[in-house]
């Protein structure tokens, strides 16, 4: 029997009628009612809704230009003579008309660019390898054997590779933390940033009117926005903006500063810059879940410059489209969840919560039910809200819609604070390893460069050719306090990595796979 086929006939020996008649169903047709994937009838029907208003203006255009074409000399006569006599009515209406565009060409928010931005790369000699970094935690003295255990377990499972940097204080035995060497550090990481992004985008430091830094642990007097403004001599009424004590999520908020300050202040450039400052900031107690930032905090900083001017446009990578902010301070466990204390020993560190990975969940949960109807195509919308209608009404045991986000945008830059909060956010969100891909190789080259690491993603992604025009990102970062911040930027051209970016000498060994 032809396996192609999938019939078979049995027929008497001479050829006569036949005595019987077998038909067997190839395993090599499909069972089209199993094997029909929903995902594409899903996106059939996003379509669908997305385009409906455009289906339903089509034909009444149609009829439009079939009665418009069917008009004679007089008719348009009769038309310019009814407009004569009403000329009060028509001069009212242009008026209310004129107006009405004046006063919502005014009113309208003023559009956001991202011109460029540059994300700092430490010197080789600053680099920390997995065998190094707990050989100099062993010879410190400061830490016993369990503890040097837990942090063995933690850098194996925590997906960073072995190029990440630590501070120069840090590679000393025993180490030299002072106020001095974190001036260093933060004066590295900033001027190494700005510097680059000056180069790449031939902006004058006395252009920029608007500066906004933050970092959250490091905080000296004069400030580190006064550190920017001396160094590069920036003009006397520039509006400048420290921001302390607010988590790896501090860079959505510092960009949404700048956003406000742009809608205010016409025609001028405004810089945000994002950096953490871990020299005085290294824990050396025993204090476990103290130890754990030791392990993931790396060196890292990221300047960015924005712009409300509209000859930007044709030059600048994005636009900002949306920042959503969620804050669960109110809550006595978010707020106490990521906190700077003292262990028993009077040794200052940032302890974590063990309900950390909930509350971030619970802040996400906030955070998107708030960006979904900003983003969502109605289709999406109208699932989700039938799903509610149904489960309210019908059955409680029915499962919540989870929004398809991958509809809404085409990037995804998670903040890399952590393996598993890139593994969360994958599950839940329903993302693939490519979507994540981004997260998880920052992750892996640079290790957690706190509110920065979404600039180092978002510059991943631009290495690897995968920014085309049109495309919608997404920047999702959780800082202390708790909070969970958005950002949703568009892609104004097919956009190329800018000159040395920090993935300029290693892209091509990326992606790598991080050992589980």
Request: hydrophobic content about 40%; overall charge positive; proline content about 4%.
């Amino acid at each position: 029997m032809d396996g192609g086929a999938g019939a078979q006939v049995n027929t008497a020996r001479g050829g006569a009628e036949p005595v019987g008649v077998q038909i067997q169903q190839s395993r090599r047709l499909p069972d089209f009612l199993q094997s029909v994937n929903l995902k594409y009838v899903k996106l059939g029907y996003h379509y669908l809704i997305s385009n409906l208003l455009t289906l339903c203006l089509i034909p009444v255009m149609a009829v439009i230009l079939i009665e418009a074409s069917q008009m004679n000399p007089d008719d348009i006569r009769h038309l310019w003579l009814h407009l004569k006599y009403n000329l009060v009515s028509v001069i009212i209406c242009s008026a209310v008309l004129v107006f009405g565009s004046t006063v919502y060409i005014m009113t309208r928010p003023r559009p956001v660019y991202l011109v460029d931005y540059s994300c700092y790369k430490a010197p080789d000699e600053l680099k920390a390898p997995y065998e190094r970094f707990m050989q100099h935690s062993r010879l410190t003295g400061d830490f016993d054997e369990s503890s040097l255990e837990f942090q063995r377990k933690i850098l194996e499972r925590s997906g960073l590779g072995d190029e990440t940097y630590v501070p120069e204080a840090m590679h000393y035995l025993p180490p030299q933390p002072s106020m001095q060497a974190a001036r260093e550090e933060a004066e590295q990481v900033m001027f190494g940033a700005l510097d680059n992004l000056f180069a790449n985008t031939s902006v004058k430091p006395k252009d920029i009117g608007v500066l906004v830094v933050n970092c959250s642990l490091f905080n000296p007097t004069p400030s580190l926005s006064a550190m920017i403004v001396n160094k590069y001599k920036l003009r006397g009424n520039i509006r400048s903006f420290n921001l302390g004590g607010m988590g790896c999520s501090a860079g959505v908020i510092a960009v949404d500063l700048a956003k406000d300050m742009l809608q205010v202040h016409r025609n001028t450039y405004a810089v945000v810059v994002s950096t953490e400052n871990i020299t005085q900031n290294w824990y050396f107690g025993n204090k476990k879940s103290m130890l754990i930032p030791n392990c993931l905090f790396r060196v890292g900083g990221a300047a960015v410059l924005l712009s409300n001017k509209s000859v930007d446009r044709r030059r600048a990578k994005y636009k900002l489209v949306h920042v959503v902010r969620t804050h669960r301070g109110a809550d006595d466990k978010a707020f106490r969840c990521v906190y700077q204390e003292q262990d028993g020993a009077g040794k200052t560190g940032v302890s974590l919560s063990k309900d950390l990975m909930a509350i971030a969940g619970g802040a996400l949960k906030t955070n998107i039910t708030t960006l979904g109807p900003l983003v969502l195509p109605i289709s999406e919308q109208l699932l989700f809200f039938a799903t509610l209608i149904i489960k309210k009404i019908c059955n409680k045991h029915v499962k919540p819609y989870i929004p398809d986000f991958k509809l809404a945008f085409d990037h995804f830059c998670i903040h890399a604070g952590g393996r598993a909060v890139i593994d969360e956010l994958e599950k839940n969100l329903q993302l693939t390893q490519v979507h994540v891909e981004a997260s998880r190789m920052t992750l892996h080259r640079f290790g957690n460069t706190s509110s920065s690491s979404i600039w180092y993603e978002l510059a991943y992604t631009e290495a690897k050719g995968r920014m085309r025009k049109g495309n919608k990102v997404w920047q999702i970062a959780f800082g202390s306090g708790f909070k969970c911040n958005s950002a949703v930027w568009q892609a104004l051209r097919n956009v190329k990595p800018s000159r040395n970016g920090p993935w300029e000498d290693c892209i091509d060994r990326y992606p790598v796979k991080v050992v589980s």
